[in-house]
């Protein structure tokens, strides 16, 4: 399955994005989908997951209540929206893609799609 990542930007702390990831390649309803970011210097940390009936999500402690994750399987798309966004939310967003939910509690996702960026400025 190919990932497509969109919808950075930069924007204000207090303010909203909306990513997207759109799949193709592969029967998207097969996968559970997630986020991981990336700042520099920092290592990659997982952001959200939604497993690919949508029933079930999880969230980093980091932005749980604040971010959420769902999913539109007739359009093979994920979002990710982020409220109340903060400057330590600026990290390179991926999109990933995995066959079983519980990867996303303990280890690594088997596709990835390239990053987008977001910055959040003070």
């Known amino acids: 399955v190919q990932l497509q990542a969109s919808g950075g930007g930069l924007v204000r702390a207090g303010a909203s994005l909306r990513l997207s990831c759109a799949a193709s390649?592969?029967?998207?309803?097969?996968?559970?989908i997630g986020w991981f970011r990336q700042a520099p210097g920092k290592e990659r940390e997982f952001v959200a997951a939604i497993s690919w009936s949508g029933k079930s999500t999880y969230y980093a402690d980091s932005v749980k209540g604040r971010f959420n994750i769902s999913r539109d399987n007739a359009k093979n798309t994920v979002y990710l929206r982020m409220n109340s966004l903060k400057p330590e939310d600026t990290a390179v967003y991926y999109c990933?893609?995995?066959?079983?939910?519980?990867?996303?509690?303990?280890?690594?996702?088997?596709?990835w799609g390239q990053g987008t960026q977001v910055t959040v400025s003070s």
């Open positions: 990933t893609a995995d066959g079983n939910y519980i990867t996303y509690f303990r280890g690594s996702p088997d596709y």
């Open positions: 390649g592969g029967t998207f309803s097969d996968y559970s």
